[in-house]
């Protein structure tokens, strides 16, 4: 337990640092603007907003000057090739779930508990989509303060074939039930990505209840935060920006980078993980019995799901089938494929030899990294990013979780959460022009704002992972709490040592 509060004041430490530092004195005041409050599509429903995620043309640089003023934009439409893609896309995205991040998971755990993992991957993802379309995508998508949309789109109301949401480019949508659909798809797995951390012990039920507390209190408020904004298509002044900028999101509004979910999915689920596996304690043998994965071809194979399901998860993220999908998608590719080289030759050189679980373990980190850059960096910049991830998340694994103390069973937070810090933090650097990356899109100008100031967006990135690591960590202990009182989080120690398959399933994910 002093280990735990130790943790929680460290990371609350780093939180308000990100918090307390001053907002960048670059002439590039980040004001991520938007289509009206209620913009009208082609069919007259409302045009909803894309979060900053998805493309550098997500961010909007406010000049000092007021530009001139062009007429009004037209109002968004439809483009059939863009549907297409993120209807595909966001299919991708679930495939990383299940099976993906399921078989992933599934293979690293002794093969009594098996059936579990996948379990949980599966019905968390299950229980997820559902409450992303009865609340948590009205919270997390629509206009309400910095922190929390509103209620207007419980059940998905007013929202029909026709509705259009805005995409990262003046004029063209999406739509909107495609794009309720994506965001949804990445809700469901960041939820099951924490059930990593204490894998092996956890009561089914408990599982269920904190997954619904941690959703609905920790991940729409974050995806909100970074994500929300109204499109781009209001952006016909300085003033017009202004007043737009002040209905987003408390992180997009500061300007912070996120292009597919470094803080909003990595970071999130790794330090609810994190606490979790604090608040739960060790595995009954931890450091004593072999807890060897039972099945590596199963975690090759899950990770294999999850490298390809991520092309739609970065690439699906420009919201358009355009050339910033096809630079994230280059970017996911090479990023990865340099993280598990890099984590190889690491472990190669400490251990001896090379392992099936470090070279796919480089790659999630690799994948994890590249996650919040995909659509701001080079290709110089993914590769040295990619480097990087796999040998501080090699140390994360090793090192930092001997420091930390913690049993997180299958290194959530060695791998998402060292992974997803490093990648928000150089995404601010490589995003740089400079450096062959995007920059920042002034959407008044209509073009790539000048005097890209490195150190001003690696603050706000910094700012981004530390309001990410105290929200989500405070949520999470809260959460953890409750359903410990009442109806506890761990099964017993004679059950744990039976194994969860049968005890929590009434079934064996083998017959021998």
Sequence with gaps: MKKFIAMLLTVVAV????????EPASPMLIAQAAAPATPVGMSGMVAEAKP????????????????????AAPAPTVNKGDNAW???????????????????????VRTKNMLSVLMQVFVTFSVISVLWAVYGYSIAFTEGNAFFGSLDKLFLKGITPDSIAATFSKGVGISEFIFVAFQGAFAAITCGLIVGAFAERIKFSAVLLFMVLWFTFSYLPITHMVWYWAGPDGYVSAEAADKLNATAGFMFAKGALDFAGGTVVHINAAIAGLIGAYMIGKRVGYGRDSMAPHSLTFTMIGASLLWFGWFGF??????EANGTAALAFVNTWLATAMAA???????WLLKGKPSMLGAASGAVAGLVAITPAAGFVGVVGALTIGLLAGVICFWGVNGLKKLLGADDSLDVFGVHGVGGILGALLTGVFAAPSLGGTGVYDYVANKV????????QVTVQATGVGVT??????????????????????????EE???LDIVSHGESAYHH
């Design 52 to 71: 900053a995620e998805a493309n550098p043309a997500a961010t909007l640089a406010a000049p000092a000057a007021a530009a001139p003023t062009p007429a």
């Design 341 to 347: 080289s890099s984590w190889m030759v690491a472990e």
């Design 86 to 108: 993120i209807l595909v896309a966001t299919a991708f995205v679930m495939l990383m779930s299940i099976p993906g991040l399921a078989l992933f998971y599934g293979g690293l």
């Design 314 to 319: 970065n690439a699906g993220s420009a919201l």
């Design 15 to 22: 939180g308000m640092s990100g918090v307390a530092v001053a």
């Design 449 to 456: 704002a000048d005097n890209y100031d490195i150190m001003a």
């Design 497 to 499: 040592r039976e194994g």
């Design 469 to 494: 690591l105290v929200w989500s960590g405070v949520v999470a202990f809260i959460s953890y709490k409750i359903v410990d009182i009442f109806i506890g989080l761990r099964v017993a120690e004679d």
